[in-house]
């Protein structure tokens, strides 16, 4: 205990380094799909539509596995958590390659991808900042939101690079290969609360015990959300961030790269913009975390939601004008991926208090995900009937104008946090 205190290096920011390596690894598998949908349309001759409807579902449980994956870290801790859904990765990538069916595809990458890395999503950096943060926590749920940007950054070309040059199948196992070394580094040094290591959250003096979860791991996350639903807030935050999901991973995350081949730009080419995109969201969602600890952030999501809007609408055009251009909307949208998470968690924190901030933030990202799944299937189909992305791109732009007016109706959260039923 003594020797833990006077240790100069706090543990939580082991945890958050292990964090921020697993969500970057759950990153990489989440952008795998966009490099794979080419190559399985050729290989296969499933059209789009079909393999954006897998996508969705993964996408969809991506989301709603959040507030339940609250409930079981709660129960049964963080670390075991984390083991199990990466174990399910590696089996699932794993059978990947011989698949040959798209109801396989459905069951793999829709199903098992989606509880995995859903178990693995956003909802597991809340957790973490809450629990071994006090000050700072805005700039770790930023560093832990930007590990998804640095997970494009690293794997996409490299995934580009090995299913142009070698085959898909290749790159599926490199992603195996990650997951296989990052597993026992989880089990053996991740932590589930300061308590553990006899330590206070950063920001305080005094070790607290963590209390037991006692509620039903299944109803206890419903009986939250029926209390929550209960205020304007919630369906503000829900809505505006069903609108962030429609705007990108479902949308841009799915789309873009097969978008750049309807232009006759290359696989690795259009993977590079992704990356590029990652590279300038690492340094905008870090800053966002940085900025929520320090100014409004119903204004913070105003400015997010309509420079994203502009940006969309733009890239139609862009497309269209070459490089340049292309490279212009890739930085200016990058800077604002996912920004808008830091914001919309401490919102959630400040209004409902954070011991029930975890579920409630998760079933938050379950209205993400939703937007996510209707923009991955919707702008399949609408690619197969209209020949372009166009609509799509356009549409979403203007809804994130919408949703940039609704974040400034959200209440600023005064006293006592709205208690939730527990």
Known sequence: ???????????????????????????????????LMLPLEKEFGWDRSAVSGAISIRILLYGLMGPFAAAF?????????????????????????????IWQMTLLWGIMVGIGTGSLANVLGVTIAGRWFVTHKGLVI?????????????????????TED????????????????????VGIWMR????????????????VKPVPFTGNLFFTPIQTLLSAARSGTFWLLAGTFFFCGFSTNGLIGTHLIPAC????????????????????????????????????????????????????IFLPYALGMGYMQLTVFAVFY?????????????????????????????????AHQAGAALAAYEAGLLRVWLGSYTVPFVMSGFLCLLAALMALRIRRARGAAIQVAS
Request: proline share 4%.
């Open 73 to 101: 870290m709660a129960r049964y801790g963080v670390r075991k958590i984390m083991v199990i859904s990466m174990l399910l990765l590696i089996v699932s990538l794993s059978l990947t390659p011989i698949m040959t069916s």
């Open 334 to 366: 990058g800077l604002d991926w996912i920004a808008t998470v830091p914001p919309t968690a401490k919102l959630a924190s400040d209004t409902f208090g954070k011991e029930k901030a975890g579920m409630i933030f998760g079933w938050v990202v379950v």
């Open 142 to 162: 930023g560093m832990l939101t930007a590990s998804a940007a640095t997970g494009q950054l690293l794997f996409l070309p490299l995934l580009a690079k090995l």
């Open 192 to 207: 589930n609360h300061p308590y553990d290591v006899g330590a206070s959250a950063l920001g305080t003096t005094e070790v």
């Open 166 to 185: 070698i085959g898909w199948r290749t790159a599926v196992y490199t992603v195996v290969g990650v997951l296989a070394v990052l597993t026992p580094i």
């Open 1 to 35: 205990m003594r020797g833990m205190k006077s240790s100069r290096l706090y543990y939580g920011w082991i945890v958050v380094g292990i964090v921020f390596l697993t969500l970057l690894v759950s990153a990489a598998i989440n952008s795998v799909p966009s490099v």
């Open 261 to 312: 081949g309807d232009y006759g730009i290359p696989l690795v080419t259009a993977a590079g913009l992704l990356s590029l995109m990652g590279l300038f969201d690492l340094v905008g969602t870090t800053l966002s975390g940085w900025l929520s600890d320090r100014f409004d952030s119903r204004w913070l999501l105003f400015w997010y939601y309509g420079l994203r809007g502009l940006s969309l």
